[in-house]
């Protein structure tokens, strides 16, 4: 079953200073939410990522040995084209990435680390709009971090010695929902978009026989007119946005 969804998508709080981005593996913030982060870095905010494995298991090709630190080399490059220079890896086996206990603590201590005021995450729900399977990563991620958001917060919980609550997240935006309600506009950050993806050229030429900037440009400007359409007319990044 399909959720409903808003008519017009609303502008996303714009009242922050620090946001940590918490995704599954390399790769899956450049596949449209880019954009965005290089549009939040432009204004003077702070974005870091935090990635719950090395995508060492991603390309069929390689063994997972060599792809890990060739992904990870990929993903810091892809993440200084849009202005972030703070990359973490939790190590987390890619693939057989659990929700549980210990990726919400990981996760959880993450966001202490940090102080984000926004935390980024993907799609945690089953499927994409309905239509498509999403991968267990994905999910277990996606919700774990929604969940650590509150966890970071309690004293009680993860208690870690030196490292304080932090109980700041006010919102957690998730990429990739089948059910946005705000939106970023994207024209400022999307040519960077494109190169940001562009850097993780070995992952695209193991997926795809299509030239690698026609594959990024079609795929980034597609998404982002078709989340415009319920941004009045701009090209956009849609986030599902929680507030805490």
């Not at 060599?66 to 890896?89: D, N, T, Y």
């Not at 693939?95 to 990981?106: C, H, I, K, Q, S």
Request: proline fraction near 6%; hydrophobic fraction near 40%; charged fraction near 25%.
């Amino acid at each position: 079953m399909t959720e409903p969804t808003n008519d017009q998508l609303r502008p996303m709080p714009d009242d922050w200073q620090r946001a940590l981005a918490v995704v599954a593996h390399p790769d899956d913030l450049e596949y449209g939410c880019a954009a965005a982060v290089a549009a939040w870095t432009d204004g003077g905010r702070e974005v870091a990522y935090v990635l719950a494995t090395r995508g060492e298991a991603g390309i069929d090709t390689l063994d997972p040995d060599r792809c890990g630190p060739l992904r990870e080399r990929e993903q810091r490059a892809s993440a200084a084209v849009v202005g972030v220079s703070e990359v973490e890896f939790l190590d987390h086996r890619d693939g057989v990435v659990e929700y549980g206990t210990a990726l919400r603590r990981d996760i959880a201590l993450a966001i202490r680390r940090h102080r984000p005021e926004l935390v980024i995450t993907l799609n945690h729900r089953d499927t994409w709009g309905g239509v498509a399977w999403n991968t267990p990563d994905h999910v277990a991620v996606g919700r774990a971090t929604l969940d650590a958001a509150g966890d970071a917060g309690n004293r009680w919980i993860f208690p870690e010695p030196g490292l304080d609550p932090w109980s700041g997240v006010r919102w957690v935006a998730v990429a990739g929902s089948g059910n946005p309600t705000h939106a970023v506009d994207a024209t400022p950050g999307l040519e960077r978009a494109v190169l940001s993806l562009l850097e993780h050229r070995s992952y695209i030429e193991a997926l795809t026989d299509e030239e690698p900037e026609e594959y990024a440009r079609s795929l980034l400007t597609g998404f982002a007119a078709g989340a415009g359409e319920r941004f009045g007319g701009r090209p956009a990044v849609a986030f599902e946005l929680f507030s805490r």
